[in-house]
């Protein structure tokens, strides 16, 4: 079982000078600990769901950028993009930017985006939900045809490319993994049966909802084709690790038990202390569990 790091709040310490070297020493610290993943949102608000939404947040790209300057072996990705917030081919040039300067670590975690409050604030476009899931279909397709050897044009319904150059190729072979976020049962798991190396459910609906968002995703799989044991299965854990490690490695167990193979976690207090804690309190017993 892999433990992945998600980073999704900049405003501990509260001095925004101390936003760069936090993050800098929790990524340290988290990859010499045997973290696997070190993730960020892709927003540009805070979430006014759970934070106030004029907390700090970082642009997830540029951040990512500055985590493998300072890291070497975590795989680096976005939970998840919006597809509303960039287009296509420019997309799959940053996820290649990043996979190139980081040594061939990148993860494009990508879904049909949600926090309309952001967009409307920042002039994004807000369209229909089932625009946005043919939006995220096209942009697969897109960042698919620009990770091979085929640089010709894309004619989709909602985007349009002249050219799809892409130079350099990823170092990731044989391209940068595909994880879509979200447990939707119509559209989004029926899109990584058909696109993604990686799904990624919410582990708050307990182990019933992800045992039935699988088994929906092998159905999907059947139907499309596709080799269920293909797909990578990923959980953000609704146990916080620290306050009852027990409980989350039961949590964990149970996921293992379906398949899942990474779990992410998010600070919940100072994230380098809560870096440390992970990789003294919770790592070494979660390699018991297969």
């Not at 296509?88 to 990043?98: R, S």
């Not at 049962?185 to 990584?192: D, H, N, R, S």
Request: aromatic share 8%.
């Amino acid at each position: 079982m892999k433990l992945g790091l998600h980073y999704w709040n900049y405003s501990t310490p509260a001095d925004p000078a101390a936003i760069a070297p936090t993050l800098a020493q929790t990524a340290t610290i988290a990859e010499q600990a045997g973290v696997a993943s070190f993730t960020v949102m892709d927003h540009f608000f805070q979430m006014d769901a759970v934070f106030a939404a004029e907390e700090p947040m970082l642009e997830a790209y540029t951040t990512l950028g500055y985590v493998a300057a300072v890291t070497q072996r975590m795989t680096l990705g976005v939970l998840v993009t919006g597809v509303m917030y960039r287009y296509p081919g420019l997309l799959a040039k940053t996820v290649t930017t990043l996979d190139v300067l980081s040594g061939g670590r990148a993860r494009l975690g990508i879904g049909a985006s949600w926090y309309e409050r952001e967009q409307l604030g920042l002039g994004v476009p807000v369209v229909p939900v089932a625009e946005r899931f043919e939006r995220l279909e096209e942009t697969l397709r897109i960042c698919l045809q620009m990770w091979s050897a085929d640089d010709g044009p894309f004619n989709g319904q909602h985007y349009q490319l002249a050219e799809t150059i892409n130079s350099p190729q990823p170092l990731s072979r044989p391209r940068p993994p595909i994880m879509i976020g979200g447990g939707g049962e119509k559209k989004t798991l029926l899109l990584v049966a058909r696109y993604a190396d990686a799904c990624n459910l919410f582990g708050r609906g307990g182990i019933d909802d992800i045992t039935r968002k699988l088994d929906v995703l092998r159905g999907h799989c059947a139907a499309e084709g596709r080799d269920y044991d293909t797909i990578e299965k990923t959980v953000v854990a609704s146990q916080a690790p620290l306050d009852d490690t027990d409980a989350f490695l039961a949590e964990v167990s149970e996921y293992a038990a379906l398949g899942v193979s990474e779990v992410q976690v998010t600070p919940d207090r100072d994230p380098i202390e809560f870096a440390r804690r992970l990789g003294d309190e919770v790592l070494p017993r979660l390699a018991d569990i297969g």
